[in-house]
């Protein structure tokens, strides 16, 4: 987060510019939780009448309402980068994103709605992710209507078990011979994990990756070719 503190508000213009000026990228982190949503009632009332920055924000699906849209309106948000994470309810609920698919369809339409840009980041290859989950995410992606510049801006990874984290502690149980090792040196070790964590391989991945770059290719396609016609 840039602030919390709401009498930081002045700073704020200045602050996005020597940001700006070092090619350093910046962004509010929007949770979500009733401290962050009373922030940013204080924050737009605070900055009514001032000359923000643009800002970008990341936010939960969770976090967005109606009346938090309009509040990152009147703040001058711009683009939305939302951590949607996966579009399946069941890997969902497995990592305990606390967020549905409906919801985090509702996000999505909220923020374009408003005449924002939202941002979409998905993670392949999260613990519980299937061949289904994987087709799942693709079709429910396919149904989208987004914006060109969201489309290419789409963030796209890959699961990655790092170092501290529950998710390595729990397969360092599974494999303690990769005790000691900060980072995985070799694809066995990410064949192991989805062996024992997921339903799907490497290759799974990769197709799944390749057919959402696809996909995201077609929909910029479609938007320029009817923007045409």
């Given amino acids: ?16 510019r020597q ?6 990228a910046y962004r509010l982190e929007l949770l979500g939780d009733g401290r962050d949503a009373a922030w940013l009632e204080r ?3 605070a900055a009514a009448g001032k000359k923000t920055p643009v800002l970008k924000i990341f936010a939960r699906a969770s976090s967005l309402t109606p009346r938090v849209i309009a509040l990152l309106k009147a703040v ?18 497995g990592v305990g994103k606390g967020a549905s698919v409906a919801l985090n369809r509702r996000a999505i339409a909220l923020t374009a709605g408003a005449g924002l840009v939202p ?8 613990p519980g992710e299937t061949r289904a989950t994987l087709a799942g995410t693709l079709a429910e992606m396919k149904k989208l209507e987004l914006p060109e510049i969201s489309w290419k801006m789409v963030r796209l990874a890959v699961f990655s078990v790092l170092p501290g984290t529950e998710v390595r502690r729990r ?14 040196g070799d694809s066995g070790f990410y064949d192991d994990w989805r062996r024992h964590f997921c339903g799907v391989d490497g290759q799974d991945i990769l197709s799944s990756y390749a057919a959402l770059e696809k996909l995201f290719a077609d929909k910029i396609r479609g938007i320029r070719k009817a923007r045409r016609s």
């Fill in 43 to 45: 924050f737009a009332a």
């Fill in 76 to 93: 001058r948000a711009n683009y939305i980068s939302l951590g949607i994470e996966s579009m399946s309810d069941a890997v969902l609920r």
């Fill in 119 to 126: 941002i979409v980041n998905l993670i392949l290859g999260l």
């Fill in 1 to 16: 987060r840039l602030t919390r503190d709401i009498k930081r508000i002045d700073r704020l213009p200045a602050l996005a």
């Fill in 171 to 184: 397969f360092l149980a599974k494999e303690p011979k990769y005790r000691g090792s900060d980072l995985p």
């Fill in 19 to 24: 940001l700006s000026a070092l090619g350093l």
